[in-house]
C-alpha cells in the first residue's frame, strides 16, 4: 500500500481509508500464484509450492483429499454446497481459473450446474461482469459466497505487475457500485479485496513464523519430498488487503495479531465463511485461522448510506503495458492443466496432446472449447 500513490490508486485508496484496511495479512505461503489461490479456497494446497504441478493429476490443482471433512469436498466451494449454502464465481474476459482449480467446482460444472445459484456467470469483460453482477444484487439472488476473478489476461485487470493497474481500479469501482445498488443487500455484504502474493514490491515486515499458524495436516505435507520441502508454518509475504461493508466505520485498521491468534492470511476468508454460516473447516491451517468478522461493528439497521467513491475519478485506463506482446503465465499454467482433463475420445481414449498455441485468443478459445468438451461429457453421465 505504500508504493502506489492515491493519484495512482484513487479507488482502492479511498476504499481502504474509508473502510478498514488489513496491516498485517500475509499470504499463506512464501511461494507462487495458484499455492496461494489454493490456500484462500481450500485451506491447502496439497503440498505444491509452484504454479505447475510436478505429478500426474487430473486436470485439477487441488484434488478431493482421501479424507476429506464432507463426502467429496476439496474446497470452500464444495464445502458449501454440502451443507445446502450457494456460491457462485463472476468473471470477465477470457476464461475462469477459479473454477477448474479444484475436483469440487469441476464435478459441479460437469454435472450441469453452472446455472444459479451454483457455478460461474461467465462474462466477455469486466463491463458485463459488474452488469451481471448488479442485475443479481438489485434481484436479490447473490448466493451465500460470491468469488469475483479478474481477467489474467496479458489486457487484463487484475492488476498483477508491469499490467495496467488502472483496469482494476475499473473493476474494483464496478463491483463497489454494483453491490451498493440495492441498499438492502449491501447492508449484508462484505466485499474483500486482497491479492494472492505481493508482486515484488518492497516490504519492511518480513513473514516470520507464529506459534498459532498451523500446517493444513492434510496428508500432503512431507519434508522429505526430493522436489518441494516445505512444512507450512511460515506465511509468505504481506499483501494489502482491503475490508468493505456499511457496517464498518471510516478508517479503520483490521488487525489480529496481539491476542494469541495468527494475524490474516488467505485462509482468513475462509475462516470467516466457516463462523458466518456455521462450517466445519477444511483444514487445520483455516481452523486455527483469525476471522475478520469483528470488523462489522455496526447494526444493520444503522448501515453507512455514504458513498465515499462517489467523486473518486477512476483512471483513463489506456490499453498498453510493457507486457502486452507476450503471453500471460497464468494462461499458459491453465491450458496445461485443461490439457490433463480425462476427456475420452470417440473410441474411449483420454490421451490427448496440447497443441501448439501462439496468441492469447488461440489459449482462450482451447481452454474455452475444452471445458465444453469436459461438461458435455460429465453430463452425459449423469443418470
Known sequence: MEIFTLKQLPVLSTL??????????????????????????????????????????????????????????????GMLEACGKHWRMYHGGG???????????MKSQGEGKKNKPLGVQHSTDSRKLAANLEQDVRSNDLPEYTFIEPDFGIHGNCQHPNYNVDRGELLIKAVYDAL????????????????????????????????????????????????????????????PAVLVSPLIEPRTVCRQFDNGNPPFDHTSILR???DQWHLPPLTERDAAASSVGHVLTRDPSNARTDNPLQTVVVPSAPDCHPGATGLSHLQQVHAEYIAQLPIPDRLGNTHHVMPALQTEDEYNEYIRLRMAQWEANQRSLVP
Open 95 to 105: 476464461t475462469c481459473q477459479a473454477v477448474t482449480m479444484f475436483a469440487d467446482t
Open 272 to 274: 470467516t465463511i466457516e
Open 16 to 77: 481502504a481509508r474509508e473502510y478498514a484496511v488489513c496491516d498485517y495479512w500475509f499470504s499463506s505461503v512464501p511461494t507462487m500464484t495458484l499455492p496461494n489461490r489454493a490456500f484462500a479456497s481450500a485451506g491447502s494446497c496439497q503440498g505444491q509450492m509452484f504454479d505447475e504441478k510436478d505429478s500426474k493429476h487430473t486436470g485439477c490443482y487441488i484434488e478431493v483429499p482421501s479424507k476429506p471433512k464432507k463426502p467429496g469436498v476439496a474446497s470452500i466451494f
Open 180 to 239: 451498493r445498488s440495492d441498499p438492502e443487500v449491501w447492508k449484508q455484504t462484505l466485499f474483500i479485496i486482497t491479492y494472492d502474493e505481493h508482486g515484488g514490491c518492497y516490504d519492511h515486515v518480513w513473514p516470520w513464523p507464529h506459534p498459532q499458524l498451523k500446517p493444513p495436516n492434510d496428508g500432503y505435507t512431507d519434508l522429505s519430498t526430493k522436489h518441494q520441502p516445505f512444512d507450512f508454518t511460515r506465511f509468505g509475504v504481506r499483501v
